[in-house]
């Protein structure tokens, strides 16, 4: 979402660094062109002329001209504001001491609110909370049908009422089931309407009154830019909302409604939704977004997610297979599953310093490719599997067959898992490849 203000504000910000010496035109230079970027990418006007405003007040306070390192200065203003622009340290849930914790969910139809209550509802699932969801969207037909199937599939409890068509008389029915079997948290989805109307008001109202929600979380459908912002607005003026909950932040919008919906209503945007899978929806944090905007990239949220994963015994296992040159291609398989489960690879890699713009210079990573892969392995017996030199002509035919790859594709494969392995086996030593070799292994 963020690709073409990313690419502005670091062209500017490349232009600035390479600058032994700034002068006082130079600042003003990059200031228009951080104004510009700001309004192509659909941040409101207001937004763009208070950021810029304060933007200047700060650099000429920092004496630009005179830091050891004028360039430097910039960025690091440029990323504070950009930080302090979306909410400074952002929030997260706060847990009630005793009882279930109620998140009451509100937004507009087409949000994607019933698939956020689901997707919050796996992620606290994964922080090892007893959750459980309330179908109280009884307006939009099918909706209670549809959080039912999510909430299997994040296998989280659903309380439903078939039938009943009074939405007060099921949310306090679901709150206190959820207290009678002691739920640590309970997410209650509500009705949305096509606007902010009275009626969606006056339900949302009365809903609240009977669940006693300890957070009201807006879902807003960043695609929609700025008319995201405007639904924000209108719901902060006409009911209170502790947090917003942006979905599609993964779409190719230009990214203007996250970074001005903190701004204008004066709610932080506490979790983000970044993908359709109910797994991709993350804590949102107005630092490292800011980082991944300005090309620094988020190695916390990368640790974190790989921490999800992975576990201390199976990096040990890793490490002496590889130490003993024992990693087949089963191994490569699983390492390959778990790393997927992260979500997108190429989400995944802007989170590394510098490699958003280089991932943009090559292109989307094809994830069909990795599903090649996988294929190919799986048509390997486990022989095969664990020594793939011995993979002769015949049997390299068989499994293209049964892949229904070619064999040039299984060709590739088993040299460049050749070449991975010697790599490893160097970095394992504490050698450091030639670059030609590494990007071969890489490939």
């Known amino acids: ?34 104004r510009l970027a700001l309004l192509e990418a659909d941040v409101n006007f207001k937004v763009v002329k ?32 950009l930080t302090a622009l979306m909410g400074g340290a952002g929030r997260d849930i706060v847990f009630a001491p005793s009882g279930p914790t109620v998140i009451l969910m509100a937004g507009l139809q087409g949000s994607g609110k019933t698939t956020a209550t689901a997707k919050l509802g796996k992620l606290l699932k994964k922080q090892n909370k007893d959750v459980a969801l309330a179908a109280v969207d009884l307006q939009r037909p099918a909706a209670v049908e549809q959080l039912e199937k999510l909430g299997a599939q994040a296998k989280v409890h659903v309380y439903s009422q078939p039938g009943e068509t009074d939405a007060v008389k099921v949310a306090a029915w679901a709150r206190d089931q959820a207290v009678q079997e002691n739920r640590d948290v309970l997410i209650v989805d509500t009705a949305g309407r096509l606007h902010v109307d009275q009626d969606l008001m006056e339900e949302l109202a009365q809903v609240r009154k009977v669940t006693k929600p300890h957070d009201v979380l807006l879902v807003v459908d960043a695609m929609t830019g700025q008319d995201a912002v405007n639904v924000a607005e209108s719901f902060a003026e006409a009911a209170d909302f502790d947090g917003v909950l942006m979905t ?3 779409g190719d919008a230009r990214g203007g409604a996250a970074l001005s919906v903190r701004a204008v209503t004066g709610k932080p945007i506490i979790y983000a939704s970044t993908g359709e899978k109910l797994d991709e929806i993350e804590r949102f944090h107005p630092d490292r977004m800011a980082g ?6 988020d190695v916390v949220s990368l640790i974190e997610k790989t921490q999800d994963e992975f576990d201390e015994d199976q990096a040990a296992d890793l490490e002496r297979k590889i130490r003993k040159q024992q990693f087949t291609l089963e191994d490569f398989l699983q390492q390959m599953k778990q790393v997927r489960r992260m979500g997108p690879l ?11 713009k280089a991932m943009r210079g090559m292109g989307q990573v094809d994830e069909r490719e990795l599903d090649r ?24 035919k068989r499994i293209a067959t049964g892949s229904g790859t070619t064999v040039q594709a299984v060709n590739r494969l088993v040299k460049q898992f050749g070449q991975m392995n010697k790599l490893m086996k160097q970095l394992s030593e504490g050698k450091m490849p030639d670059p030609q070799q590494l990007m071969r292994g890489m490939g």
């Not at 500017?12 to 951080?34: C, F, H, I, P, T």
């Not at 991944?292 to 990239?297: A, N, Q, V």
């Open 292 to 297: 991944r905007i300005l090309g620094m990239g």
């Open 346 to 356: 190429g989400n995944l890699m802007k989170m590394m310093p510098g490699m958003g």
């Open 373 to 396: 892969i996988e294929a190919i392995i799986l048509s390997m017996t486990p022989f095969e599997r664990a020594h793939p030199s011995e993979i002769n002509g015949s049997r390299r």
């Open 248 to 250: 599609k932040l993964d």
């Open 50 to 81: 208070d950021f810029t405003a304060s933007l200047k007040e700060r650099l000429e306070g920092e004496e630009v001209s005179e830091a050891l390192n004028p360039g430097q200065t910039v960025i690091k203003a440029v990323n504070d504001e």
């Open 1 to 34: 979402m963020f690709d073409q203000l990313s690419d502005r504000l670091q062209g500017v910000l490349s232009d600035v660094r390479s600058r032994g010496k700034l002068s006082e035109d130079d600042v003003n230079k990059a200031l228009r062109e951080v």
